[in-house]
């Protein structure tokens, strides 16, 4: 448990000593703060944050999120540091971890950052806070999948550029062509991309329900590409 | 404290390491030396449990490199070749950081810290971020990294590759002194570097051991390979006469211009003929304008020994 907190605060002194991580930070301000203030932030529409978290930043966070996971591991293998940390006394498990705990930090800064807009709405209206909390739940959630998904193709290349790829790609066809492929099928495979799908999932987030289903959804499918990510890395090894 | 078992490695199709075994002992410190793709930092690598063997067993400070890889790390200290390091952190952070992932807490890492950085001569370093740091210091660095947990063994992969002279020279008296206390493991391809260092070395070439023993025993096997070189002013018929008339003789190539005579001698075992060609050469009153010891390079002796090893498998 040391060894993870140990990797996950240097991750966190290695976002903020590199312009990358403010470059995203920068980025996702912007782009999120341009849906909140032309969608949601107009006279007569309802005050919650409902329009922003259902599309927009679902997209902003998939492009986002693995240029902040890419350098994760890839760094380490192209630096060739893998060797001095991988011959220290910390074991796979510890190091992926590390990196994802890293990960979720910066992330939760992140999404720190977008609360400025329900306090902006709750000058203006009346917001739900049980909704609201519901909706950063939702985002907490999926925002730990897309981590994960990043991390794992961090750890799959030495180029940074080509996980940023992978990660977006996969992550787009996880999110919205399952969702868009399920409504043109039938039958079971309609069910089986449903029930794969991101969007799914994470759409009653947004309409303020939590379900044990979607829960166990993303804790599992994380869970999952932080294990292939272990597996890959003890992989490296017999290289 | 290190044994190693019949150790292959093969990457696909490349066999980096065949069959090599060997122990050594609790302190000192043992050279492993060979040419560049001779297997060293392959061998190395597994010692220090990154890469698994894929044969054969190696134990290190009495633990199994492959089953019990955890409770070898913690009680060694590796520097690999290229010392990786993270240009973004300060010397200090980066400490800190290999510090705590070696489970030092509190004082116990502050004061190793003091006491590598002092011995590393990195105390006016501290605060500086590693990337600015040339490439000489980043050595020092990761020598201090690998010394951090006052570890039993102490693996060194190519430790003065890269470094100015006076750089190389402080290096070696600190790896002298570390070997009082710790077990150091260094590779090399430079044969002085080994001799100057260490008290027992092991050869390897293309996989295999080579040669294991003493710098003197190296030295030894070395020297009778060793030509004396000698030009001198003379008629070319007598001077050979009274060059083959020395003792100790075995063969000589003549050549002559400009009424220089040129011999290069080969002398048998543990004899020196320079004295005696010097005493013949003023006997004669000939001149004489060079006399020296054309030492046989490791790159030689890797040749020949290479090329032993290739005879010997294509019979």
Not at chain 2, 90 to 112: C, I, P
């Given at each position: 448990m040391r060894n993870i907190l140990t990797m996950a605060q240097r991750e966190i002194g290695a976002y903020f000593l590199s312009p990358i991580a403010y470059a995203v930070l920068a980025v996702f301000l912007f782009s999120s703060g341009l849906a909140f203030g032309l969608g949601t932030f107009s006279a007569g529409s309802e005050a919650s944050m409902r329009q922003v978290f259902e599309f927009w930043i679902v997209l902003i966070l998939l492009f986002v999120l693995p240029m902040l996971t890419m350098r994760l591991i890839s760094d380490e293998l192209r630096s060739g540091t893998i060797e001095t940390l991988m011959t220290a006394p910390v074991t796979e498990i510890e190091v992926v971890l590390g990196k994802f705990l890293g990960g979720m930090m910066f992330f939760a800064i992140l999404l720190a950052g977008t609360l400025l807009y329900p306090i902006i709405l709750s000058m203006y209206g009346d917001i739900d806070l049980m909704f609201l909390t519901c909706h950063y739940l939702g985002l907490f959630l999926l925002g730990s999948l897309y981590v994960a998904v990043g991390l794992f193709f961090s750890t799959l290349t030495k180029h940074q550029v080509v996980a940023v790829l992978a990660s977006s790609a996969l992550l787009a066809l996880m999110t919205f062509a399952s969702h868009a492929m399920a409504n043109r099928m039938e039958g079971w495979l309609k069910v089986l991309l449903q029930q794969l799908s991101v969007r799914t999932h994470f759409h009653d987030f947004v309409r303020g329900m939590v379900d044990l289903n979607h829960l166990v959804f993303f804790v599992t499918m994380t869970a999952l590409f932080l294990f292939l990510s272990v597996k890959l890395l003890e992989m490296r090894r017999w290289q | 404290m290190i044994q190693v078992t019949n150790l292959t490695k093969r990457y696909s199709s490349v066999l980096a390491v065949d069959n090599i075994s060997f122990n050594v002992e609790r302190g000192g410190v043992i050279g492993f030396l060979g040419p560049n793709g001779a297997g060293k930092t392959t061998t190395i690598r597994i010692l220090a449990c990154y890469h698994p063997a894929t044969n054969g067993t190696a134990t290190v400070a009495g633990y199994d490199v492959f089953k019990d890889s955890i409770e070898v790390r913690k009680r060694i200290g590796y520097l690999p070749e290229s010392t990786p390091l993270y240009p973004e952190m300060r010397v200090r952070e980066y400490l800190q950081f290999r510090g705590k992932l070696r489970g030092m807490v509190g004082n116990d890492r502050k004061s190793a810290i003091g006491r590598v950085t002092d011995r590393c001569w990195l105390g006016e370093f501290i605060n500086r971020p590693i990337g600015q740091l040339s490439k000489g210091m980043k050595q020092r660095v990761g020598l201090a990294d690998a010394m951090l947990n006052d570890p039993e063994v102490l693996i060194l992969d190519e430790?003065?590759?890269?470094?100015d002279p006076t750089q190389i020279r402080e290096t070696r008296k600190l790896i002298r002194e570390l070997g009082e206390r710790h077990t150091v493991l260094l590779s090399s391809h430079i044969l002085h570097e080994v001799e100057a260092v260490c008290s027992h070395a092991i050869i390897i070439a293309k996989g295999k051991i080579v040669a294991n023993g003493s710098p003197q025993e190296l030295r030894d096997k070395f020297s009778s390979e060793a030509k004396v070189i000698a030009e001198i002013k003379g008629p070319e018929n007598e001077v050979e006469k009274s060059i083959r008339g020395l003792t100790g003789v075995e063969d000589v190539d003549v050549a002559s211009t400009n009424g220089w005579v040129r011999l290069a001698v080969k002398a048998k075992q543990n004899c020196d003929v320079r004295e005696g060609i010097f005493k013949f050469t003023t006997a004669n009153g000939w001149s004489l304008r060079e006399i020296r010891r054309d030492g046989a390079t490791l790159e030689d002796f890797f040749v020949q020994v290479t090329a032993q090893q290739q005879q010997t498998r294509s019979r």
């Amino acid at each position: 448990m040391r060894n993870i907190l140990t990797m996950a605060q240097r991750e966190i002194g290695a976002y903020f000593l590199s312009p990358i991580a403010y470059a995203v930070l920068a980025v996702f301000l912007f782009s999120s703060g341009l849906a909140f203030g032309l969608g949601t932030f107009s006279a007569g529409s309802e005050a919650s944050m409902r329009q922003v978290f259902e599309f927009w930043i679902v997209l902003i966070l998939l492009f986002v999120l693995p240029m902040l996971t890419m350098r994760l591991i890839s760094d380490e293998l192209r630096s060739g540091t893998i060797e001095t940390l991988m011959t220290a006394p910390v074991t796979e498990i510890e190091v992926v971890l590390g990196k994802f705990l890293g990960g979720m930090m910066f992330f939760a800064i992140l999404l720190a950052g977008t609360l400025l807009y329900p306090i902006i709405l709750s000058m203006y209206g009346d917001i739900d806070l049980m909704f609201l909390t519901c909706h950063y739940l939702g985002l907490f959630l999926l925002g730990s999948l897309y981590v994960a998904v990043g991390l794992f193709f961090s750890t799959l290349t030495k180029h940074q550029v080509v996980a940023v790829l992978a990660s977006s790609a996969l992550l787009a066809l996880m999110t919205f062509a399952s969702h868009a492929m399920a409504n043109r099928m039938e039958g079971w495979l309609k069910v089986l991309l449903q029930q794969l799908s991101v969007r799914t999932h994470f759409h009653d987030f947004v309409r303020g329900m939590v379900d044990l289903n979607h829960l166990v959804f993303f804790v599992t499918m994380t869970a999952l590409f932080l294990f292939l990510s272990v597996k890959l890395l003890e992989m490296r090894r017999w290289q | 404290m290190i044994q190693v078992t019949n150790l292959t490695k093969r990457y696909s199709s490349v066999l980096a390491v065949d069959n090599i075994s060997f122990n050594v002992e609790r302190g000192g410190v043992i050279g492993f030396l060979g040419p560049n793709g001779a297997g060293k930092t392959t061998t190395i690598r597994i010692l220090a449990c990154y890469h698994p063997a894929t044969n054969g067993t190696a134990t290190v400070a009495g633990y199994d490199v492959f089953k019990d890889s955890i409770e070898v790390r913690k009680r060694i200290g590796y520097l690999p070749e290229s010392t990786p390091l993270y240009p973004e952190m300060r010397v200090r952070e980066y400490l800190q950081f290999r510090g705590k992932l070696r489970g030092m807490v509190g004082n116990d890492r502050k004061s190793a810290i003091g006491r590598v950085t002092d011995r590393c001569w990195l105390g006016e370093f501290i605060n500086r971020p590693i990337g600015q740091l040339s490439k000489g210091m980043k050595q020092r660095v990761g020598l201090a990294d690998a010394m951090l947990n006052d570890p039993e063994v102490l693996i060194l992969d190519e430790p003065t590759i890269g470094l100015d002279p006076t750089q190389i020279r402080e290096t070696r008296k600190l790896i002298r002194e570390l070997g009082e206390r710790h077990t150091v493991l260094l590779s090399s391809h430079i044969l002085h570097e080994v001799e100057a260092v260490c008290s027992h070395a092991i050869i390897i070439a293309k996989g295999k051991i080579v040669a294991n023993g003493s710098p003197q025993e190296l030295r030894d096997k070395f020297s009778s390979e060793a030509k004396v070189i000698a030009e001198i002013k003379g008629p070319e018929n007598e001077v050979e006469k009274s060059i083959r008339g020395l003792t100790g003789v075995e063969d000589v190539d003549v050549a002559s211009t400009n009424g220089w005579v040129r011999l290069a001698v080969k002398a048998k075992q543990n004899c020196d003929v320079r004295e005696g060609i010097f005493k013949f050469t003023t006997a004669n009153g000939w001149s004489l304008r060079e006399i020296r010891r054309d030492g046989a390079t490791l790159e030689d002796f890797f040749v020949q020994v290479t090329a032993q090893q290739q005879q010997t498998r294509s019979r």
